[in-house]
């Protein structure tokens, strides 16, 4: 089931970070938490988690 629209485009934008990008869960943080992305906890906390078991 999917989401709302907007954690689905911030999924995607990850996603599209990682693997096409090259980029490592710290800047792939940074960047979220630079655009304010709104999320629970820190999107360094966050990341690592998902960019570790997920990707």
């Not at 990850?14 to 655009?35: C, D, M, P, R, T």
Request: proline share 4%; glycine share 6%.
């Amino acid at each position: 089931m999917p989401g709302p629209r907007e954690e689905i485009d911030i999924i995607g934008w990850v996603f599209n970070q990682y693997a096409f990008e090259n980029k490592g869960y710290h800047k792939i943080a940074s960047e979220l938490n630079q655009q304010q992305v709104s999320t629970e906890k820190s999107w360094n906390m966050v990341s690592q988690y998902h960019l570790r078991n997920y990707f």
